[in-house]
C-alpha cells in the first residue's frame, strides 16, 4: 500500500502561481511513475501530468503545457507540480496519483493506483 498526500493549494489570483507537493509512504522505491490529475466541479476527473520512472519521461496535458512543470525529488519520496500563468479555468481539486499504467500516449493519459486526498486550487478572475 502507498499513500499520498498532497499539499500547496490555495487561491490565486489570474496569472499567478501555486506549487503542488505530493509525499508518498508506505511501500515505496523509485520505480514508480507519478503524476497529477484534477477535477473541476461537475466535470469528470482528467489527467494533468506525469513523470516516468525516476524521472525518465515527462508528460502533459495538451491544455497544461508551457505552463505546469512536473518534478521529483526520489531521495524525499516527493513529487511536485509547479503552476504558473494560473487561468480560473484552472481552478479543480488535484490530486496526486502514482503507480501509473499509460492508457495513451497521444495524447498522454494514465490510470493511476494509488491517489491522493485531494487539494483545492482556486484562481479568481
Known amino acids: 500500500q502507498v499513500y499520498l498526500v498532497e499539499s500547496g493549494g490555495g487561491l490565486v489570483q489570474t496569472g499567478g502561481s501555486l506549487r503542488l507537493s505530493c509525499t508518498a509512504s508506505g511501500r515505496t522505491s523509485n520505480n514508480y511513475a507519478m503524476g497529477w490529475f484534477r477535477q473541476a466541479p461537475g466535470r469528470e476527473r482528467e489527467f494533468v501530468a506525469a513523470?516516468?520512472?525516476?524521472?525518465?519521461?515527462?508528460y502533459y496535458a495538451p491544455f497544461v503545457k508551457g505552463r505546469f512543470t512536473i518534478s521529483r525529488e526520489d531521495d524525499k519520496n516527493t513529487e511536485y507540480l509547479q503552476m504558473n500563468s494560473l487561468k480560473p479555468e484552472d481552478t479543480a481539486i488535484y490530486y496526486c496519483?502514482?503507480?501509473?499504467?499509460?492508457?495513451?500516449?497521444?495524447?498522454?493519459?494514465?490510470?493511476?493506483?494509488?491517489w491522493g486526498q485531494g487539494t483545492q486550487v482556486t484562481v479568481s478572475s
Open positions: 496519483a502514482s503507480h501509473l499504467t499509460i492508457l495513451s500516449l497521444s495524447p498522454p493519459n494514465f490510470r493511476p493506483t494509488y
Open positions: 513523470m516516468g520512472l525516476s524521472g525518465s519521461a515527462t
